[in-house]
Structures are given as structure tokens and as C-alpha cells.
């Protein structure tokens, strides 16, 4: 009748919003960010996001010079993001400028914290997954972090107190595992003295 029901235990629930879509997914063998999105086109996608996958790319030596020096149409079909001629919800995320448009909780907050209620001064993050990712970090080097100084001979030497490539891998994660169905944005807490990076 309309209805979708699944056991669990020795109860019966009905399936209704986000669950109802996930288990449809699941059982189709869909992946949610494979899913098309209409009325988007390569063109309008961000070039500045572009240019930081290709670097990054390649300086990780995940792919070559020769994979990435093609068009953008192509980039996103050999990363498999297109459907069909469509972008996948995967190649708006990661590519689009206003990603926020089709999914509201695609952005990141910072906030610098002297404890757990009060705030001292916050950011907010916009754009593609990616810039987002170069710019927070960005922010939390120039902004959030101190680094005491050091000099190594006459070379002064900022001791920051994370490593970057540590962090940078944390928000990598923190921005691909989020959950964009049940919304919720990354959220970046740092403290004097540590630093929490969390997500739907």
C-alpha cells in the first residue's frame, strides 16, 4: 500500500525519509553520490578546483602528467563521475563552485574555542570540497594555529603544533565521509591545546 517495511529484531518499522532512500540504494547497489544531477554541465564547473586536483594528483603520483593534461569532460569521465552525459551528485561536490545549491550542509566551520561553551572568533568555508579543504587549512595555519618560534642557527623555525599532512588527510576524510542526506556541516574545534574535527 504505499508503505515500505523492514524487521528489525522482533519489530516491524516502517522505512520513510533518508532510511527509505539508503535502503533503496543498498539494495539497487547504488552508490548516493553516483546518483545523476540534471541541469548541471561541465562548463559551469570550477576551474580553480580543477587546478588543485591536477596538482595534487600529481604531486601524490596518483596520476601522471599525461592522466590529467585533458579536458575537463574527460578528467571527470576517466574519475568516473559522469552518468551517462550527466554529472554525478560525486562531481558537483567535488568540482562545483556552489555546491550548497543542491546539498546545504556542504560547507565547514572553524571556530577557535578558550572551552567547550565559550567561542572566540569563527569562519565559515565555502565552495567545492576541494577548495574548501585548501582554504580551511590555509585558515587554521595563518589564523588558529600558534607556533612558537625557534631558531636553528640564524634560521627561525615556526613549531606548529600539528603536522599539515596529518591535518589535511583528516579533512580530506572528515569532508568525504560526511553524511550530505541527513546534513550537517564539518565542523573544525580548535583549542589551546588540541583540536577536534568532526561531521554528520
Known amino acids: 500500500h504505499g508503505?515500505?517495511?523492514?524487521?528489525?529484531?522482533?519489530?516491524k518499522q516502517v522505512l520513510t525519509g533518508p532510511a527509505l532512500t539508503q535502503f533503496i540504494l543498498e539494495r539497487t547497489g547504488t552508490k548516493w553520490d553516483g546518483l545523476p544531477i540534471d541541469s548541471v554541465t561541465v562548463e559551469e564547473l570550477d576551474y580553480e578546483s580543477?587546478?588543485?586536483?591536477?596538482?595534487?594528483a600529481v604531486s601524490s603520483r596518483r596520476m601522471s602528467n599525461t592522466d590529467v593534461n585533458v579536458g575537463n569532460k574527460e578528467l571527470?569521465?576517466?574519475?568516473?563521475?559522469?552518468?551517462?552525459?550527466k554529472l554525478t551528485r560525486a562531481a558537483v561536490l567535488l568540482f562545483h563552485r556552489h555546491p550548497e545549491k543542491w546539498f546545504p550542509s556542504c560547507y565547514t566551520q572553524i571556530g577557535y574555542f578558550r572551552n567547550d561553551a565559550d567561542i572566540l572568533f569563527q569562519d565559515e568555508v565555502h565552495g567545492s570540497l576541494l577548495v574548501q579543504a585548501e582554504r580551511a587549512i590555509e585558515l587554521l595555519w595563518l589564523k588558529y594555529f600558534i607556533a612558537p618560534i625557534t631558531y636553528q642557527g640564524m634560521t627561525r623555525v615556526d613549531n606548529y603544533p600539528y603536522s599539515k599532512d596529518a591535518v589535511r588527510e583528516l579533512l580530506y576524510n572528515s569532508l568525504i565521509h560526511q553524511d550530505f542526506v541527513n546534513g550537517g556541516s564539518v565542523q573544525i574545534s580548535v583549542y589551546q591545546n588540541r583540536m577536534f574535527i568532526s561531521n554528520a
Open 76 to 85: 571527470l569521465d576517466r574519475l568516473g563521475l559522469l552518468a551517462g552525459e
Open 50 to 56: 580543477f587546478d588543485i586536483f591536477r596538482r595534487n
Open 3 to 11: 508503505e515500505f517495511h523492514i524487521r528489525s529484531g522482533a519489530t
